[in-house]
């Protein structure tokens, strides 16, 4: 895990009060170079509480923000945040055509310059894609968080909205099985080989 006193957030970024954790949520940054954490420690006067344990960035590097025995508000509903431990992992998002360049550009207008996902979902057609370091990194800090907090291994296989007894779920799921206004993560994820790796993770637990 990556050490970086610059991604340390502060209690005013987050509930500083220990909680039993049932769920690990996965979302994105929407943004690059880790400027999301930026925006979270100047939104509201340095109090936006809408924020994430841990960062996977481009690289596969994981960021701890701040102990996930407290909570913040990443769901924005105060019963289920209180029982998750966060993951965002760096991406752009839903992506727009440019048509001054025939390239692809983000919601704030940055251009994007890697692997575009094409899928309709959501009332978006491109989606930035995360890559392989991002997903390796992924299955290992699941498998840390699991065995730290004894967290299931237990993972939903899509990234729609669950309806019914998604409170009650003990393990792995998305910020988008919450709503449908949450576009994170978006399909260019590998849900089914990410099932599979988490899978053959609890083979390994059990023998």
């Known amino acids: 895990m990556t050490k970086n006193k610059k991604h340390i957030l502060t209690s005013d970024n987050f509930y500083e009060i220990e909680t039993k954790k049932t769920q690990i949520v996965i979302g994105s940054t929407f943004s690059t170079k880790m400027n999301h954490i930026k925006g979270w420690k100047t939104r509201l006067n340095g109090k936006y509480k809408k924020t994430a344990h841990y960062t996977i960035d481009i690289n596969g590097r994981v960021y701890e923000h701040f102990d996930p025995k407290y909570y913040s508000s990443f769901i924005s509903v105060d019963s289920i945040d209180r029982n998750i431990i966060s993951i965002v992992l760096e991406n752009q998002g839903w992506l727009l055509k440019d048509l001054r360049s025939d390239g692809f550009i983000d919601m704030v207008g940055n251009i994007y310059n890697s692997k575009v996902f094409e899928k309709k ?36 296989s899509h990234n729609t909205k669950i309806d019914i007894g998604i409170n009650n779920f003990s393990g792995i799921l998305y910020r988008s099985n919450f709503t449908n206004l ?13 099932k599979e790796g988490i899978e053959f993770l609890k083979i390994i637990e059990n023998e």
């Open 182 to 194: 949450a576009t994170d993560p978006n399909p260019s994820l590998r849900f089914d080989d990410l």
């Open 121 to 156: 979902w959501r009332n978006f057609n491109y989606w930035a894609s995360y890559n392989n370091k991002q997903f390796l990194s992924l299955i290992g800090l699941i498998k840390d968080i699991s065995n730290r907090f004894e967290i299931p291994l237990n993972i939903v």
